[in-house]
């Protein structure tokens, strides 16, 4: 690959030793309850006959995403800040941000997905079994994963091309476009470029159709004569629309930029909120905003 930096220490968040250690213990529990509510979302959906609809087909998707997008940060994370763990590998640092990359592109198309099936629910209810079947479910839940994946791949080929050679200390707690950015000594602009472009396609157009979804979500709920069933149609969609404004609103001021190198330290914060505070809270909103989650919990509860 050209370089000559073998590995990358992460610099993670300086500060005092009794500061870290809180940052840690933050981390460990938000990562703990992260994969518990998740996996829980997973366990009642495959339990409760009820759910086996596309809608918590697509949130088990979410969920099952959302485990494996925290689990690549976190527990390394902890490792810098702990200081048992502040290199990684030039082959680590580009298999890293290819994972959390692709899975959050992933993340924007399943999102894009979800809003699509609630339009179809709410717009064309009586037709909704038949347009929005288990097949055309799997597919376009496998067609998002691919999607995410594939988008990424020439980023991260581009990525590992780059030269660095030296520093070699990375000011964050993992790998990612700007930081690598930040220390190659190389031709940074076709990586500028592929990453514009990658987030172009895979933010923007998938916001895009979420927000047309939405659109007419909305004016077909307007419609609605009664106020009980205002209010019932927009709850189906409620914390799904929530979801999406607290992961685009971050995403998109990391990727959707010209120059992909921006505040270190602010991206630093931005990314704390989207590859850990954001798993955390999707569990709690889909279940605390969803009346069917939340009678399948209580059956679930009163059979133990």
Not at 10 to 16: D, E, K, M, N, R
Not at 94 to 99: C, G, T
Not at 189 to 201: K, Q, R
Not at 234 to 247: D, E, K, N, Q
Request: net charge positive; with cysteine; aromatic share 12%.
């Amino acid at each position: 690959n050209g370089t000559s930096v073998e590995e990358f220490i992460l610099l993670g968040f300086p500060g005092t030793w009794q500061s870290r250690v809180s940052l840690v213990v933050v981390f460990a529990l938000m990562y703990t309850l992260t994969v518990i509510g998740n996996a829980s979302i997973i366990a009642l959906v495959w339990a409760s006959r009820n759910l086996h609809t596309p809608m918590y087909f697509f949130l088990c998707n979410l969920s099952f995403l959302e485990i494996w997008y925290t689990t690549g940060v976190v527990p390394k994370a902890i490792g810098v800040m702990l200081g048992t763990s502040q290199t990684i590998s030039f082959s680590g640092c580009i298999l890293q941000l290819f994972f959390l990359l692709s899975l959050g592109s992933t993340e924007c198309f399943l999102l894009s997905v979800m809003a699509y099936d609630r339009y179809l629910a709410i717009c064309y209810p009586l037709r909704y079994s038949s347009l929005m079947n288990s097949i055309l479910s799997v597919r376009l839940a496998l067609s998002s994963w691919l999607g995410g994946f594939l988008a990424i791949s020439l980023l991260a080929f581009l990525t590992s091309r780059l030269t660095f050679c030296g520093p070699d200390v990375i000011n964050h707690f993992l790998c990612d476009i700007d930081s690598c950015l930040a220390l190659s000594c190389s031709d940074t602009w076709p990586v500028e470029l592929a990453t514009f472009l990658v987030s172009i396609i895979v933010v923007v157009a998938s916001c895009v159709v979420t927000l047309v979804s939405y659109v007419y979500i909305i004016s077909s709920i307007l419609r609605i004569q009664s106020v009980h069933g205002r209010k019932k149609a927009f709850s189906t969609c409620s914390a799904h629309l929530s979801v999406v404004t607290i992961w685009y609103g971050s995403t998109m001021f990391l990727y959707v930029k010209p120059s992909a190198q921006n505040s270190l330290d602010l991206n630093k914060i931005v990314n704390t909120f989207n590859t850990v505070v954001t798993p955390l809270l999707n569990p709690f909103i889909y279940t605390l905003r969803n009346k069917e989650v939340k009678l399948a919990l209580g059956r679930a509860f009163q059979k133990k």
